[in-house]
């Protein structure tokens, strides 16, 4: 019996005999022992795989499974299960739904899609654990047949295994490696700890041989590509046979290997991909001529990352000296500028000085605001005094023509009142007269004053405007002086810089001419001597 490491183990009984032929309908042949028992107990291999489950969870035949190295059988536990099947084999008389509840089995995982593993779990209500088991049940096999490889080369029987792949090598052959798995405590074999012992060379050789085996499994490519000779054919047979013969010689003292691991074969692959392509034994002369050119290639590059860095570095060197360059070209034309501009504000300021200390325009425009606004409140005045003279007339003239009213009415009594209400009438019509007058009058006091009125909000404006002119070209010339400190800190960063830029390419060998900074030198003293 094979219990792979970490497995569980579990007790199956088929819903119904049907169950079996569950592919017929597909074309595939489900080959079973369990029409003949009503359980039994299988190894794993890739004919049967017999899930053995009961109505609990699976029964675990491992201890210790988290640390490998320390895994053991646990006898109890294999008892038990024991004791399950023959107790079970004793009662054939189960119900239907009895049986479907510990129904399921699983003896031909390598025919099954995924969607019939699907079916199956879900017949069986056994979730995760069916297709965990079932996943595992691949893995175990292609152990089982690195086990088989590794006994043959202990045997010196690896000339039967020529020319094949892994997936060509069937697990039931003479060698495997259930016949040398012991009943009890258990260790695996990847987990074994071997004394150190001294390794001759033709062990060695041995060992290559062995991992040349494997890669060749691996390197499909080269072997697609690859087509040999007869020559070739003759020469492998050759080399197979003294192979064997060393390997039966060697094989007096059979001792326990670890596995490859994956690193180290990816480590062992790539250091002799060379020889195994050429299907070479490495000698130490090749080993030493390998070494050398190694450690060559390893000087040039390094030589050559060095060369490279530093060519960088010149170019970005040239290309900041040459934008520095630039800059202090175009920060010298803002230089001229800026004075040219303080030139002209000073003139400017100078100009409004001169204003300021004779009679301004301002001063006058404020005397004009002033006396219009007397002959404004003057003609206030009069509009006033007009108003209250027009309402006086206004009452004469109501009491006129109350009058005349009542002189209408005693007209027809007393005829001799006609003179006196022409008089009156003629008097009415003088005072409306002076009304009209009196109304022009008003009317143009009224547009006189509404002139004065808007001639003084536009002094109003033009002053107002000509302060924030003022205000304007103040903050203006204080912008430009702080701009023009800026600009002469920045000159002179820049001149550190380009010195500093200049020292390291000399220090690198660099030619560096020296005209820019007399041209620099001279265009300083010409603005010194501006300045001074």
Known sequence: MLFPLGGNCSIVIPKDKNLENLLENEGQQVDTDIKKELTSLREHSNINDILLRNEGDPIPLWNNVQNSSEAT???????????????????????????????????????????????IETECTMRSRFIDQLSAHDSTIEIAKIGNLILAADEGKLGKYAGKKLSDIDVSDETQVGDYMPDVDIVPANNVQQKPETRSRQSKKKDLKVAVDEFEDNDSEIDKNYQPTENEDESDESEEDEYNSKFKKLNKKKAERRRWTREEQKILKLEFNHFIRMKKIPRNSDALRDQELNETKQLYQIIQQKYTNQEKEIGEMKDLIQQLKDKNALLKAQKDDLTRAEAQIITQNDTEENKENNPSEIAVLSATVNRLNIDLQECRQIITNKDSEISRLQVQY?????????????????????????????????????????????????????????????????????????????????????????????????????????????ELGEQVDDDDDDDDLGDDLDDEDEES
Not at 431 to 436: P, Q, R, T
């Open 73 to 119: 059988l646990n006898m109890g536990s294999v008892l038990q299960l024991w004791m399950l099947i023959n107790h079970l084999q004793i009662q054939p008389d189960l119900s239907q739904s009895e049986l479907e509840k510990f129904s399921g089995t699983c003896g031909f995982s390598s025919s099954l899609t995924y969607e019939h593993l699907k079916k």
């Open 398 to 506: 109501n009491e006129a023509n109350r009058e005349v009213e009542t002189l209408k009415q005693t007209a027809v009594v007393n005829s001799h009142s006609e003179v006196d209400t022409s008089s009156l009438e003629k008097e009415i019509n003088k005072l409306k007269e002076e009304k009209s007058q009196l109304m022009e009058r008003i009317k143009k006091s009224n547009e006189e004053n509404l002139k004065a009125i808007d001639k003084y909000n536009k002094l109003e404006e033009e002053k107002k405007s000509i302060e924030n002119d003022r205000l304007g070209v103040e903050d203006e010339l204080d912008t430009l002086k702080k701009e023009q400190e800026d600009l002469l800190v920045l000159l002179a960063d820049q001149d550190t810089k380009i010195d500093k830029y200049k020292t390291k390419l000399k």
